[in-house]
């Protein structure tokens, strides 16, 4: 099995380690964005939650 590359969350460091960032600690992400699948189970979920965030942003805007 290959290795997924990663970055940190706080210095943007690129690693291959589990979960912890050897130059400051901080906690790790998978670099890469999740594979496309035209069969997407969830796509019209993910964009339901986008389109309430994105109102929601959008309405705090205009409150200040």
Same mark, same amino acid.
């Given at each position: 099995?290959?290795?997924?590359?990663?970055?940190?969350?706080?210095?943007?460091?690129? #690693?291959?380690?589990?979960?912890?960032?050897?130059?400051?600690?901080?906690? +790790? *992400?998978?670099?890469?964005?999740?594979?496309? #699948?035209?069969?997407?189970?969830?796509?019209?979920?993910?964009?339901?939650? +986008? *389109?309430?965030?994105?109102?929601?942003?959008?309405?705090?805007?205009?409150?200040?």
């Amino acid at each position: 099995m290959g290795k997924i590359i990663k970055t940190c969350v706080e210095c943007n460091h690129y #690693s291959i380690s589990s979960s912890i960032c050897p130059v400051c600690g901080g906690r +790790l *992400k998978v670099a890469a964005p999740p594979k496309f #699948s035209p069969q997407d189970k969830y796509g019209k979920y993910r964009r339901m939650l +986008l *389109k309430e965030i994105l109102t929601n942003h959008q309405n705090e805007e205009q409150v200040i």
